[in-house]
């Protein structure tokens, strides 16, 4: 009996301590499910607050759960949204293409990252980055997928409206004229654009990657002088942070072509005043650089040209007394000894008028009578002497166009520009070579006359002089047209033969060129402007003085004493009545006084005060037929242009012969 009890004991107390477990296990039930419902309603409390979307899949990555700020991206609600219905919300650009990342994310169990497009059904678009991580329980079993939609349109607004800037500047560098080269800290170029390719003469890849200064494009300054590494104008401003504006460069490019570029260095700052690189512009001022020299060139041949002119004038008038005295000496002297003593006067005087003849060609001041020439057809008639006059030794090849070359000048001059040419090629070849000359119509655009200066478009003739002698150095090049400068010895020339030339066909519309290098020869270019066939007439003139007595009143009006002296008394002793005057204002008084009984006027063109110009029609509103004669040392262009050579009016050349001066005071006279 006591053992049943027994039992019965130990079986209520095993029951009782199994319903304490039990209540033990179930209040930590009721607890585990309390704590999970707290951390739901925690969890359900931070999806609806948070700014980004979360999304929430089952293993096989179909869609179980997406919280309010994924709808309001989307505008799907859960329902419409599970499965793979969450794809719909997708833009269809992008849908393709996130679907194949998804799907490669849950084969690999792994994470899923991918920026895309979610586009509502009222159209509106926003850029999402979705993120998801796989789900594993302890023992590593996938549960599913957690992810995250982050709104990221605001960063890809700014990242189109940086794309979009940059291809605008992209497209504004290209279309620049100007080069633009972009260098890094390290002097690097790493941005090049099309116009910095053609200036440098190299393709992109050649100057991307290159360190500035670079030897393949060799760079001075304008004096000539290198830049030294560290003083190139980009680098300095990548040291020191400063703009450098408008340095001018020279650079010779890896063709071996010379070109001036205009330079601008600019630092790029960063928002802490960081230096992060340098852009450079340049533009190729090549033609202006030619054009400024061309004009400095031609300013000073213009200087010295009304140098040169003056001191003509002044000489003229010295030789006109020396050369008239003599010429006198020599009519009184007849066989008496002294005629030796005389005769040498003269020839000086002769020899030194040449040199002022080669003076005011020079100075485009020299008396010409221009007419309609075939220019190929002079060349042609001069071959015998060309030939006799370059020597057996140079071969001679003359090479007229086949059709006629029609230009309006001087044949004087013309024939004197040919034999000044050639004589230079001659003198540039002591032990023989070859001389071609040539002449071609042809027809000049705006590009080709802006290289010559001074010269309009239009059709041309062109003489080109090419020797194979011994060439011109660049030191030497830009001076050969200056008068008195030669390279010859002493006393083998006047340095007047090519500044000669530059006068006449300057003074006839053209312009010269040469091309020349040491021991390459050199090739002279003469541009004459052609014209339409036609002829000028010429009236034909006498030196034969006329058997009529000569008793008329003459107004002689010269400044020079010495000059006025020697016209006094050359034409009174031929018999007329000469009124001398030093100025104009003198003169004038002298015709008021005599009335209309001046038969002639003598006047020099330029006399202080009054000129002759402004003499003769002062005169001629008192005596409308009163005839004129000028004389000059030279002729400057005002007188040419007012016709003083026109109807009643002549010209005469200083120094003249007692013998010239009173033949054309005769012929004037005699005129009708």
Known sequence: VLRALARQVMHHLAARATIAELERAVAERLLAEDSLRTSQHRYEQLTRVVPVGIFRTDPRGQCEYVNQRWSEFTGLDLERARGTGWMAAIDPHDRTHVAALWQTAVNA??????????????????????????????????????GTITDISERKRAEHALHDNEERSRAIIAALEEGIVVLDQDGIVRVANASAERILGSDRQDLLGCAMPDPRWQQVREDGSPFLPDEHPALIAL?????????????????????????????????????????????????????EEQLRQNQKMEAIGRLAGGVAHDFNNLLTVIKGHAGLLLDQTGADPVRKDAEPILRAAKRAETLTRQLLDFSRQSIIKHETLNFGQLVSDEGLLLRRLIGEDIQLVIAPAHEPCFIKADAGQMHQV????????????????????????????????????????????????????MGIDARTLPRIFEPFFTTKEKGKGTGLGLATIFGIVKQSGGAISVDSKPGKG?????????????????????????????????LLAEDDDDVRELARHVLSTAGYQVLAAANGAEALAHYRNLGDQVHLLITDVVMPGMGGRQLAEQLHAMQPTLKVLYTSGYTDDAVMHHQVQGQGAEFLQKPYSANLLKVTVRRVLDSR
């Not at 003139?541 to 009143?553: A, G, K, M, V, Y």
């Open 109 to 146: 169990r792994g994470p899923f990252t991918a920026e895309y497009r979610f586009r509502r059904e009222d159209g509106r678009a926003i850029w999402v980055l979705g993120q998801a991580a796989p789900e594993l329980d302890p023992s590593g079993r996938l549960l599913g997928y957690v």
């Open 239 to 291: 040291r020191t942070g400063q703009p450098q504006p408008g340095v001018v460069i020279g650079m010779t490019r890896p063709d071996g072509g010379r070109i001036w570029l205009s330079s601008n260095a600019h630092p790029l700052l960063s928002p802490a005043g960081g230096i992060n690189g340098v852009v450079a512009s340049f533009f190729d001022i090549t033609e202006r650089k030619s054009l």
């Open 522 to 554: 050199s090739t002279f270019n003469v541009l004459l402007p052609r014209v339409a066939p036609g002829e000028v007439m010429v009236e034909a003139r006498t030196d034969r003085i006329s058997r009529r007595p000569s008793h008329e009143l003459l």
């Open 418 to 469: 040919l034999m000044n040419l050639a004589v230079n090629a001659r003198d540039a070849m002591p032990d023989g070579g070859k001389l071609v000359i040539t002449t071609t119509n042809v027809d000049l655009d705006a590009a080709a006359v802006r290289k010559l200066g001074g010269l309009k478009p239009g059709p041309f003739v062109s003489l080109a002089v090419r020797d194979t002698g």
